[in-house]
């Protein structure tokens, strides 16, 4: 029996390699001779890094940049030397995870040390870069990340404005580089979600709030990202307001397109690609699958919507695990989702269900290798 494991992280809980071990030995207690295959998951949000890591020709690297308040940090990326490609986890220098809750203030954090991640691996000499964008604590519309490239950002008066989303109402020109040493350079931008740029499902009002934005903020961040769309039509004739995804990070997405010619791509289907799970479910006779919540969001460009369709193109029967399940799941059986378990064995706090996981993972992939076989 071959079975091929391919979750995402549990966030704030376990790794997609922790879930994996944890997978494996429950599989074993039902089969000890099944052949497991690990390919741990991300989709473009938290955890996007250390699954490239996994991948064996793929060296960490790591660099002196500044965090989303401007505070000395080191952030790490991986560099695959032999291909010249980069792998950039923007939350790694940008992301909410780096700030208390009391410091989250998106009319001030900045994508700059992300920018500098990637002036970087420019310097190094990259052909290719990848940058996955989710969990960020910005809503910059990525101008952080340009200006460590050179761009400037100026008001009426020809000031620069000052970091942050709440300046990006006075934003009144767009000035770009002489010198764009990036040029060549093959962009993919790993996006886990397709927001759009403005509006009731934009940036600022679906992902404000949690960065730390009042309501009154939102409306105020909204304003600032459609000044900014203004410009950037205006000043670089790039106008992506309404592509999917263009609203990721607080408008990162919109940016990197906009700035450095970047391909916004869903994350799930950079990270297919990146680690060859076509050809390991090839010959599966199972797929597993996994993340912490499965729900309505699941279907919106997340890990096992992207595995149940790679395994559903091979015939292999997807099964998915996760700490916790809500909704219809009807759309997800259509997509190729054999059947959803929640691993919780009962009703849980959350600090008992972080404490069990590992435990409770282990279990629920020994009852369905037990069903199975």
Same mark, same amino acid.
């Given at each position: 029996?071959h079975?091929?494991?391919?979750p ?15 997978l ?7 089969v000890?001779?099944a ?8 989709d473009g949000g938290?955890g996007?890094?250390?699954a490239?890591?996994?991948?064996g020709?793929?060296?960490?690297r790591?660099v ?10 080191? /952030? ?5 030397p032999?291909?010249?490609e ?20 998106p009319l001030?954090t900045?994508t ?5 991640m ?8 990259a ?7 989710g969990g960020?604590?910005?809503?910059? @519309?990525?101008t ?13 008066? @020809? ?25 060549g ?27 730390g934005?009042?309501p ?12 900014f ?6 000043d670089?004739?790039?106008?992506g ?7 990721a990070?607080?408008?990162?997405g ?6 450095f010619g970047?391909?916004?791509l869903?994350?799930?289907?950079v ?12 010959? /599966? ?9 499965t ?6 460009g ?9 395994? /559903?193109?091979?015939d292999?029967?997807?099964?998915i ?6 909704g219809?799941?009807s759309q997800?059986?259509s ?11 009962g ?16 279990? /629920? ?9």
């Amino acid at each position: 029996m071959h079975i091929v494991l391919a979750p995402d992280s549990f966030k704030e809980c376990l790794s997609a390699q922790g879930v994996c071990d944890s997978l494996t030995r429950g599989i074993r207690r039902a089969v000890p001779d099944a052949i497991v295959t690990a390919a741990p998951m991300a989709d473009g949000g938290d955890g996007t890094l250390d699954a490239f890591l996994t991948l064996g020709s793929t060296e960490e690297r790591t660099v002196a940049v500044t965090d989303p308040l401007g505070r000395s940090i080191r /952030a790490r990326y991986a560099w695959q030397p032999t291909a010249r490609e980069a792998f950039i986890e923007t939350a790694t220098a940008c992301g909410l995870e780096l700030l208390s809750v009391d410091e989250r203030n998106p009319l001030r954090t900045t994508t700059f040390g992300a920018g500098q991640m990637f002036a970087q691996t420019i310097a190094d000499g990259a052909q290719s870069v990848f940058l996955t964008i989710g969990g960020s604590a910005t809503n910059d @519309g990525g101008t952080g990340f340009a200006r460590a490239m050179g761009y400037r950002f100026l008001d009426a008066d @020809g000031k620069d404005l000052p970091d942050g989303g709440g300046a990006l109402q006075q934003l009144a020109k767009i000035v770009s580089p002489a010198e764009q040493p990036w040029k060549g350079c093959h962009i993919v931008i790993a996006c886990d979600v397709d927001n759009p740029l403005l509006g009731a499902n934009g940036a600022a009002a679906i992902f404000g709030p949690q960065k730390g934005a009042s309501p009154e903020e939102v409306t105020q961040l909204d304003a600032g990202l459609e000044n900014f769309a203004d410009c950037l039509a205006r000043d670089l004739d790039w106008d992506g307001r309404d592509t999917p995804g263009a609203g990721a990070a607080g408008g990162l997405g919109s940016g990197l397109m906009a700035f450095f010619g970047g391909r916004l791509l869903p994350g799930v289907e950079v990270m297919i690609d990146a680690i060859q799970l076509e050809e390991k479910i090839g010959d /599966a006779d199972l797929v597993i699958t996994g993340e912490g919540r499965t729900d309505g969001q699941t279907l919106r460009g997340k890990v096992c919507a992207g595995v149940a369709k790679s395994a /559903a193109a091979h015939d292999v029967p997807c099964v998915i695990l996760s700490g916790a399940v809500d909704g219809d799941f009807s759309q997800l059986y259509s997509q190729g989702v054999t059947a959803v378990f929640s691993i919780s064995p009962g009703p849980r706090t959350l600090t008992e269900a972080y404490a069990a996981v590992e435990d409770d993972l282990a279990a /629920a992939a020994e009852n369905v290798v037990r069903l199975i076989e």
